[in-house]
């Protein structure tokens, strides 16, 4: 089998319009690509979702590295406001444009290519684990979710594994993700009495308490961080009430927080929180307050230590930079990783991500490939 280009598998996956849930043929790409390398691959759909299983070498190897990530993309927003077509991977200037191009295609792309060049030219003592979802930009109910459980079932274990999300917030090398912060978010609901503005006495309006809500939320200082963390964080997103009139008081009212918080909290420790603050309102008003919260994700650190060295030696060797161990951004599925083994993220340029015009530099996903490869071959050295 040829080397395997990552920039033109990249441009291949880029063209399938696989917003999520849809899958438009992306999986079956690497399917095809993985399958003839000698890879042993299984389908793990569930819910709808698409998810492809990979393995090559014997399972339950001393020795088994895995690569994670996602073919599935966000919308394009105005198809209008792109300067290229969004699922065109058109080359201008050495930048590849579409939508998924950093965001992660490229990076599936790169592990994938690295993996089958290295089993086909240094056959490893050791299993290559590759598991690729359809359900990361969407609830990730059906995903890597389904995969992990997909190998518990059948004694599959990854003894390390790296994410090829995006990573460096401005340089090629800049960054590796060691953990996440937590997400969760909260739907509050304030109930009143409904009544005429002019007559506020009559009523108890739900605006009040959930202005003061809102409030003392928004002012509390979670904490100071951590050695790993930054300090955690709640945003007030949206306060409703759905009155157009203006001599009407509402019945109710409604608002939702973001919190992303580190290891100091989890998200029963915050939930709990919530409810007093929620609770206290609630009687000094003489209102009721319901509360929906959803936990997306707990905060979690891979200490550093042999993984991350690993990946770092690599990064610098390729790049040239030592790169930052962070744990700053959004979600990834690495927070479901990590109750499998341990796991860092390592990926390219995020700037552009699910933005309009979303683009990656061509020379990067080569540049990603050899590091991915180094990677490989320090770990089975």
């Not at 999520?20 to 043929?25: I, K, L, N, S, Y």
């Not at 444009?97 to 290519?113: C, E, L, Q, W």
Request: contains cysteine; glycine residues 10%.
């Amino acid at each position: 089998m040829p080397r395997i280009d990552p920039a033109q598998l990249t441009a291949d996956l880029v063209r399938c319009a696989s917003v999520t849930p849809e899958d438009a043929g992306a999986l079956d790409i690497l399917h095809d690509l993985l399958r003839d390398a000698g890879f042993e691959c299984a389908w793990v759909d569930r819910g709808g979702i698409r998810n492809l299983f990979a393995r090559w070498g014997t399972r339950g190897h001393a020795r088994t590295f895995g690569f994670n990530g996602h073919t599935d993309v966000v919308p394009i927003g105005d198809a209008a406001s792109w300067s290229m077509p969004p699922f065109g991977a058109d080359i201008k200037d050495g930048i590849m444009y579409g939508r998924g191009t950093t965001d992660m295609k490229s990076g599936v792309a790169a592990f994938a290519a690295a993996a089958v060049d290295f089993v086909q030219s240094a056959p490893p003592d050791g299993a290559i684990i590759i598991a690729i979802t359809g359900d990361e930009e969407g609830d990730a109910t059906d995903g890597t979710t389904a995969l992990l459980e997909y190998m518990s079932k059948q004694d599959e274990a990854m003894d390390v594994c790296l994410v090829g999300e995006p990573t460096c917030p401005k340089n090629m090398g800049d960054m590796i993700k060691i953990g996440r912060r937590g997400s969760m978010t909260a739907w509050i609901t304030v109930t009143g009495v409904q009544g005429h503005s002019a007559y506020p006495h009559r009523a108890n309006n739900p605006l009040n308490p959930m202005v003061r809500l809102m409030d003392q939320l928004a002012s509390h200082k979670l904490d100071d961080g951590t050695a790993h963390f930054d300090p955690s964080t709640l945003a007030v997103v949206t306060v409703d009430t759905g009155n157009p009139a203006t001599n009407v008081i509402p019945a109710q009212a409604t608002a939702t927080v973001n919190i992303r918080f580190n290891d100091i909290h989890s998200g029963d420790s915050l939930t709990a929180w919530l409810r007093a603050q929620a609770d206290a309102v609630a009687t000094a008003f003489g209102v009721e307050i319901d509360l929906h919260v959803k936990v997306s994700g707990e905060s979690f650190l891979t200490p550093p230590g042999v993984l991350s060295d690993m990946v770092a030696r690599a990064v610098e060797a390729e790049t040239g930079r030592i790169p930052a161990l962070s744990t700053s951004g959004g979600t990834s599925d690495a927070r479901f990783v990590k109750d499998h083994c341990p796991v860092v993220e390592f990926g390219l340029v995020g700037r552009s991500m699910h933005k309009v015009d979303e683009h990656v530099r061509v020379d990067h996903i080569h540049q990603l490939k050899a590091i991915y490869a180094r990677i490989l071959r320090d770990y089975f050295a």
